[in-house]
């Protein structure tokens, strides 16, 4: 009666003070009722998560002693491994051992769950313990294996149990395709799933989502077309949320936007997740505005947006530069409570950086509680872009001295700031770093920024042999920067070498021809200039307008070099005028020798 009593107590609602006099009450007990019921006190223990709790918690394991049934250690290291410390789970299995209990084969598939939370993974350990335990043929088992070894980056083992299992399910294919798929091998993924038809496996939704998602990560629409109709739309399998999510994924991911949107449309059913896939799709596709838009209609429609939801739409108003729509959404946030996480924080300084708030950026910024290496490197782009270079390298290095390591984007930015100050020794020492400190392979990229950084300097020579020394083909943009810098620094030679090579290497592209031409007509070459506005029109290249954006009253305007489509025209140039005349007047004379073309 006292142990039914007791039992009673431990429950999801008991408090962590109640669960400590339980303790007390069945130490009072002695040792038989004790070890009988510490098993039960610890499965209602762990759950809450809380740090505390899970030490106490951590505690009692080490005081579990006597042998109990295979059941109950299989509810604790199920319990354990949905915490906040799921190593726990797996100190439960030692001491489940070391108490002689046998592992049945229910023990390793509740175990294997807390490895994605696991930093060290290794789980080739516990697979020794299945094939001692004659437990490695049981399909159950192994599909479990096969799920974790591939979500762990093992996926020649995953493909080795997989192999050698005598049975293989739907589930144990799924496991190996969505494998695949999460390490990023996309065609090897669409090969399994296409073999796995082939020999007579039913398909569910699950194998479907992580085929979709191969799809999309290869780009390949039309294998996405075929799973689509074949599957989805001739009822084999039910479309539900997450099919309809994945549809949406693969089509954006492919560059199919209006498909997306087709299937988001069609959908029998759509929650946060399906909402915040078309968003992120939008922003992929580099459709800014309309990514802005299936926010509105998402809060409409009385679905709350989540952390990643608002991240993505931070990144379409870092984009467009809409300062007052970051603002709403900052607002937003901070209303409903939205917590703050890594990812959302990284979102709101990137934003308010390049909407020109940079003292907003670094007060987010100085609030946020952790702080990853994205998150550094949005503030240390966002202080370059600024032209803060000071400001980028001491960001730069208070990031090293808070051991976080940088990534190819970090130096970017560093590179970047190095050439708005024209620090060349600086940047040339951060270049160094890449490969010699932190072992990270300049990209072509990099590349660009040092020879930005020594062509603004003036060190042509040196930029022309970096470029001359890279690892990779030097592209047109790089060619390009090198031009601009002649044409600033009047270098005739360097210049007419690279607009050669330039207009050889990108011919369809007008700015390469108008650089050049501008270069010729600065050393007063009029022939030669008009020889390559000859070329140009021969070609049939035609100017590309360049396209600004500025946003009044939290509404988007976009207009281009002689615009007059806004109902204010003439009422913006004549301000402009005015603007025109003031200059003059304040001495500004411009340097006619750029706009010769």
Not at 58 to 71: K, M
Not at 274 to 285: D, H, R
Not at 369 to 390: C, E, Q, R, Y
Request: neutral net charge; glycine residues 8%; charged residues 20%.
């Amino acid at each position: 009666m006292m142990v039914s009593t007791i039992l009673s107590l431990c429950h999801k609602d008991t408090t962590f003070n109640h669960f400590k006099q339980i303790h007390s009450l069945l130490i009072t007990l002695g040792p038989s009722q004790n070890d009988c019921l510490l098993p039960k006190l610890l499965t209602s223990i762990a759950p809450t998560s809380k740090p505390s709790h899970l030490a106490y918690a951590s505690f009692l394991i080490d005081h579990v002693q006597a042998p109990t049934t295979t059941r109950l250690w299989n509810s604790i290291i199920t319990a354990f491994s949905k915490t906040s410390e799921p190593h726990l789970s797996l100190v439960s299995y030692s001491t489940m051992r070391r108490n002689g209990v046998v592992p049945d084969q229910h023990t390793f598939p509740l175990l294997l769950k807390a490895f994605p939370k696991l930093e060290n993974k290794d789980p080739f350990q516990f697979y020794a313990h299945t094939v001692k335990f004659g437990l490695n043929l049981d399909q159950f088992v192994n599909n479990s294996f096969i799920s974790v070894l591939g979500g762990c980056g093992y996926l020649e083992a995953a493909h080795q149990v997989f192999v050698e299992s005598t049975e293989k399910d739907v589930i144990g294919w799924t496991a190996l395709v969505d494998g695949y798929v999460k390490n990023r091998h996309a065609l090897e993924a669409m090969k399994c799933f296409v073999e796995m038809r082939l020999v007579g496996i039913r398909v569910d939704e699950v194998t479907v989502v992580s085929a979709l998602s191969a799809a999309g990560m290869a780009g390949d629409v039309w294998f996405g077309r075929w799973v689509h109709g074949f599957y989805v739309e001739t009822g084999r399998v039910k479309w539900d949320v997450y099919v309809g999510s994945a549809l949406v994924d693969m089509y954006m991911k492919c560059g199919h936007h209006d498909d997306a949107r087709k299937v988001f449309s069609a959908m029998p059913s759509r929650n946060v997740v399906s909402w915040s896939v078309l968003i992120a799709g939008y922003v992929q596709c580099e459709k800014f505005k309309d990514a802005l838009l299936v926010l509105k209609c998402m809060v409409l429609e009385d679905v709350k947006p989540n952390q990643s939801t608002l991240s993505s739409v931070l990144t379409s108003c870092a984009h467009l530069g809409v300062l007052d729509q970051g603002k709403l959404i900052h607002g937003y946030i901070y209303r409903h409570n939205v917590q703050v996480n890594t990812l959302l924080g990284t979102g709101l300084v990137d934003m308010y950086a390049k909407c020109g708030c940079i003292e907003k950026a670094l007060s987010v910024f100085n609030t946020l509680p952790s702080k990853d290496v994205f998150t550094w490197t949005a503030m240390i782009n966002g202080l370059a872009s600024h032209g803060d270079a000071l400001g980028t390298l001491n960001f730069f290095s208070w990031m090293l001295q808070n051991a976080v390591l940088p990534n190819e984007v970090t130096f970017m930015g560093v590179l970047s700031g190095c050439a708005h100050r024209g620090l060349v020794d600086e940047g040339r020492k951060a270049f160094r770093s890449m490969k010699q400190v932190f072992h990270l392979e300049p990209h072509v990229d990099h590349y660009g920024c040092m020879v930005d950084l020594l062509g603004r300097a003036g060190y042509l020579e040196e930029a022309r042999q970096m470029i001359k020394d890279m690892p990779m083909v030097p592209t047109a943009g790089i060619w390009g920067t090198f031009l601009s810098s002649c044409v600033i620094h009047k270098n005739f030679e360097l210049g007419e070498l690279a607009g050669n090579h330039l207009i050889k290497l990108d011919s369809n592209h007008s700015g390469r021809y108008i650089l050049l031409a501008n270069l010729y007509s600065t050393w007063k070459k009029w022939k030669a200039a008009a020889g390559i506005r000859k070329l140009m029109k021969g070609k049939g290249v035609e100017k590309i307008p360049g396209y600004s954006w500025i946003e009044v009253n939290g509404e988007m305007f976009e207009f281009a070099a002689f615009d007059k489509s806004h109902s204010e025209s003439d009422r913006i140039y004549l301000m402009l005028d005015i603007m025109l005349v003031q200059m003059r007047l304040s001495g500004y004379v411009p340097d006619i020798n750029l706009f010769a073309f």
